[in-house]
């Protein structure tokens, strides 16, 4: 069965750091080219970064560049964010996805993984 | 950026209606637009890629096109659930970007 879990999420202080993990199984994660996104309580969709699958191909948007860092370990078929500087406008539901075949559509999702930042 | 603009924001429907939802583009993206779903309490899931490729498991009753910018999805006859919140997202370039969602409600 294809599957991604997130984990990691929880109550962090402004200004602290998280680090999120997402395990994939079912499918060719190596080749598997992957995403974070979120979903603030109440809101739309946001995506936030992309790694390709040999790990050197990376992309952020604006609102975490420079703050947040994408990673994975295909030897434990694990996709990682690293979160820094946490803001209370980062409080949401973490996503990890998977680019499908084609049109890069987001094709397999997890269930995700809260994080609320918050004194 | 490429903004995407989904109309309308909200929209109720009897069983067996035709409902369509528009998503429009700030700029060109060729067919590099997609449809989900999303349940409450659930994530979001792929319905259409390239603007009118229906996903495995999709039922036929969905479907989507393309007029330059304007993107259409359409569900020919609502089913119960088919209730949700349906997003469009650009895949042409990054940031990938998602419209602000469209609320379909079963009457």
């Known amino acids: 069965e294809v599957q991604l879990v997130e984990s990691g999420g929880g109550l962090v202080q402004p200004g602290g750091s998280l680090r999120l993990s997402c395990a994939a199984s079912?499918?060719?994660?190596?080749?598997?080219?992957m995403n974070w996104i979120r979903q603030a309580p109440g809101k739309g969709l946001e995506w936030l970064s992309y790694?390709?699958?040999?790990?050197?191909?990376?992309n952020y948007a604006a609102s975490v560049r420079g703050r947040f860092t994408i990673s994975r370990d295909n030897a434990k078929n694990s996709l990682y964010l690293q979160m820094n500087d946490l803001r209370a406008e980062d409080t949401a539901l973490y996503y990890c996805?998977?680019?499908?075949?084609?049109?890069?559509?987001?094709?397999?999702w997890g269930q995700g993984t809260m994080v609320t930042v918050s004194s | 950026d490429i903004q995407m603009t989904q109309s309308p924001s909200s929209l109720s429907a009897s069983l067996g209606d035709r409902v369509s939802i528009s998503c429009r583009a700030s700029?060109?993206?060729?067919?590099?637009l997609n449809w989900y779903q999303q349940k409450p309490g659930q994530a979001p899931k792929l319905l259409i890629y390239?603007?009118?490729n229906l996903q495995r498991g999709v039922p036929p009753r969905f479907s989507g096109t393309r007029s330059g910018t304007d993107f259409t999805l359409t569900i020919t006859s609502v089913q119960p659930e088919d209730f949700g919140i349906y997003y469009c997202?650009?895949?042409?370039?990054?940031?990938?970007?998602f419209g602000q969602g469209t609320r379909l409600d079963i009457k």
């Open positions: 996805a998977v680019f499908g075949d084609y049109f890069d559509a987001f094709d397999i």
């Open positions: 079912g499918f060719n994660f190596w080749e598997a080219e």
């Open positions: 790694i390709g699958g040999g790990g050197t191909t990376l």
């Open positions: 700029q060109s993206v060729v067919s590099y």
């Open positions: 390239g603007a009118s």
């Open positions: 997202q650009q895949s042409f370039s990054s940031p990938r970007t």
